[in-house]
């Protein structure tokens, strides 16, 4: 099983990106720019710097924070009139049941092969955290590649600003350690930016229909067995974009971008549009 809060490669190599980043924007770039001893150059230090701190706390938040865990005495309750069938049966009818955990699982939990249990509403594996993205750190993980987007394109404003600063005077005449940090920190604000870019995006997209990674590969597949017989499917826990919003990033829109893990629910039952069908029904 998976070490919580272990430190790997890959964690070790995004700090070690974040802290070098850090250094030239403020005392290259920002410095060559305006002085940090400008006012200019006080306030873009003091932004970048909160937008990283944060970052980081996201960050070291989602690596350590448990994903969600399936009880071990979770087991469906096939009487309640409340849950649809779809959440608790698979195709052939049987409960959704681990062999490997030998419990039952509940719906859009899944199995990890890396942490070697089951997470509720799992996402994905992510090497970047060496965690399972999942119920309980989801918020975690998309508030920190949402702050690491802000702080890549700050910087490579900055990055861009001071160079055009710079374009007075002779390339030359300026330190070669400052012309390795220019080009360093500029591919890897590029590549950065596009990638967590992309990643982001990705991440509104499934966030404002309420699906995980998994749920969209498993959409398209049922999407292309439902247009065979005729029908539409549609994804059952999608209840439109700004409810799906509150249910992942918590109810008020103030602490959407904040760093913190309050989800909503267990992630033991997840609402359907099928509920408000339901209530209807019986209420009549």
């Not at 980043?21 to 006080?42: E, K, N, Q």
């Not at 990283?52 to 469906?76: H, N, Q, R, S, W």
């Not at 910087?155 to 400052?178: P, R, Y």
């Not at 590549?191 to 990674?213: C, Q």
Request: proline content about 4%; hydrophobic content about 45%; overall charge positive.
């Amino acid at each position: 099983m998976r070490q919580s809060g272990a430190i790997t490669l890959p964690i070790i190599a995004v700090l070690s990106s974040i802290f070098y980043l850090y250094y030239t924007t403020v005392f290259v770039f920002i410095d060559d720019w305006f002085g940090l001893a400008t006012s200019p150059g006080l306030l873009n230090a003091l932004a970048f710097t909160a937008v990283v701190a944060i970052c980081l706390a996201a960050y070291a938040a989602a690596i350590l924070k448990d994903p969600g865990k399936v009880p071990e005495t979770f087991v469906p309750d096939v009487e309640d009139s409340e849950t649809p069938m779809h959440e608790i049966k698979r195709k052939g009818g049987d409960l959704r049941f681990c062999q490997k955990c030998s419990h039952y699982k509940p719906p859009r939990a899944h199995h990890c092969r890396v942490c070697k249990r089951c997470v509720l509403r799992m996402d994905h594996h992510c090497i970047w955290i060496n965690n399972c993205v999942g119920h309980e750190n989801y918020k975690l993980f998309f508030v920190f590649v949402a702050y690491a987007v802000f702080s890549c394109i700050h910087a490579l404003v900055l990055l861009i600003g001071s160079v055009s600063n710079d374009a007075q005077e002779d390339w030359k005449q300026i330190e070669s350690s400052s012309n390795t940090s220019y080009i360093i920190s500029g591919i890897l604000l590029v590549l950065l930016t596009v990638a967590l870019s992309i990643l982001l995006g990705w991440h509104i997209y499934l966030i404002l229909r309420n699906k995980t990674t998994i749920e969209y590969h498993e959409g398209v597949r049922a999407m292309w067995l439902a247009k065979k017989v005729g029908n539409v499917y549609q994804h059952p826990y999608d209840l439109g974009p700004y409810e799906n919003l509150t249910l992942v990033l918590g109810p008020s829109i103030f602490t959407w971008l904040c760093p913190t893990s309050k989800h909503i629910g267990s992630g033991l039952r997840f609402k359907t549009m099928y509920d408000d069908m339901n209530s209807a029904s019986s209420s009549r």
